[in-house]
């Protein structure tokens, strides 16, 4: 097992999201990252954002110059999103990227929007 795999399953052999605390689940590509609520009692998405999102939006995008940047931008989103769901507390799931650059830009933005994890 290389070590991209075994990282992800000791992950998410932690981590498990329930109704009243989802999992803020991330995915990474070279270009773009998306993070997902998800309720894993039921196997039911709550809600999904990505950085198309800040993208459509000019005066963000404006503001925006780098992945990170725009990962800041992607966590406050979701955190309004769970808002919306009631939900201030969340179990983040990094899945099998190490916490740093974007991942890390992107926790910090669901903290500053009000998530707690």
Same mark, same amino acid.
Not at 9 to 16: D, F, P
Not at 32 to 45: A, M, Y
Not at 102 to 112: D, N, T
């Given at each position: ?11 998410? #052999? =932690? ?13 990474? @590509?070279?270009?773009? $990252?998306?993070?997902?609520? $998800? ?13 198309? #999102? *800040?993208?459509?939006? #000019?005066?963000? @995008?404006? =503001?925006? @110059? ?6 800041? #931008?992607? !966590?406050?989103? $979701?955190?309004?999103?769970?808002? !919306? ?10 899945? @099998? ?12 933005? *669901? ?7």
């Amino acid at each position: 097992m290389d070590r991209k795999t075994s990282r992800h399953a000791r992950v998410r #052999a =932690k981590v498990s999201g329930t109704q009243l605390k989802p999992r803020l689940c991330v995915f990474r @590509s070279n270009k773009h $990252i998306t993070v997902q609520l $998800i309720d894993d009692q039921k196997g039911v998405t709550l809600a999904v954002c990505d950085d198309s #999102a *800040a993208k459509k939006d #000019a005066a963000v @995008s404006e =503001k925006l @110059s780098g992945k990170c940047a725009k990962a800041f #931008a992607v !966590g406050i989103a $979701i955190a309004e999103k769970a808002q !919306g769901l009631k939900t201030k507390k969340v179990v983040f799931d990094r899945g @099998s990227y190490r916490y740093h650059g974007r991942v890390k830009s992107l926790a910090e933005g *669901a903290r500053k929007g009000g998530l707690e994890f």
